[in-house]
């Protein structure tokens, strides 16, 4: 699976995954900036937030409650469109890329 992570920048990073990871986990292992992931992918801290790309919104899982709760306390302003927990959404079963953007507060 592939994941890109695009900044404000213009700039963008690249992970390929052999296995499945969720896109918090891939970004914190291959070392990307702005995604943390303090809770380990608990929805607790909100500090893995993205806004994912057009074209793949409507092909991720729906909101669950503990993120969605989250999601109104991320560092940036949420986009009630675009925006997701990256330890919500998993790469390599299903789904086998997809584009991000790292929200500038949490680089
Ligand atoms: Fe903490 Fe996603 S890693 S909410």
Same mark, same amino acid.
């Not at 991720?60 to 302003?77: F, H, N, R």
């Given at each position: 699976?592939?994941?890109?992570?695009?900044?404000?920048?213009? *700039?963008? &990073?690249?992970?390929?995954? /052999? *296995?499945?990871?969720s896109v918090m &986990?891939?970004?914190?292992?291959?070392?990307?900036?702005?995604i943390?992931?303090?809770? =380990?992918?608990? $929805?607790?801290? /909100? $500090?893995c937030?993205v806004?994912?790309?057009?074209?793949?919104?409507?092909?991720?899982?729906?909101? =669950?409650?503990?993120? !969605? !709760?989250?999601?109104?306390? *991320?560092? +940036?302003? &949420?986009?009630?469109? &675009? +925006?997701r927990l990256s330890c919500?959404i998993?790469?390599? +079963?299903?789904?086998?890329?997809?584009?991000v !953007?790292?929200?500038? *507060?949490?680089?």
């Amino acid at each position: 699976a592939r994941i890109v992570y695009r900044y404000g920048d213009g *700039t963008t &990073r690249a992970v390929e995954r /052999a *296995t499945p990871a969720s896109v918090m &986990r891939a970004a914190v292992e291959a070392g990307i900036p702005g995604i943390v992931g303090e809770c =380990g992918g608990q $929805t607790m801290c /909100a $500090t893995c937030h993205v806004y994912v790309a057009d074209g793949y919104l409507d092909r991720l899982p729906d909101i =669950g409650d503990d993120e !969605e !709760e989250m999601l109104g306390c *991320t560092a +940036s302003p &949420r986009d009630e469109v &675009r +925006s997701r927990l990256s330890c919500q959404i998993v790469v390599g +079963s299903g789904l086998d890329e997809i584009e991000v !953007e790292v929200p500038e *507060t949490q680089i």
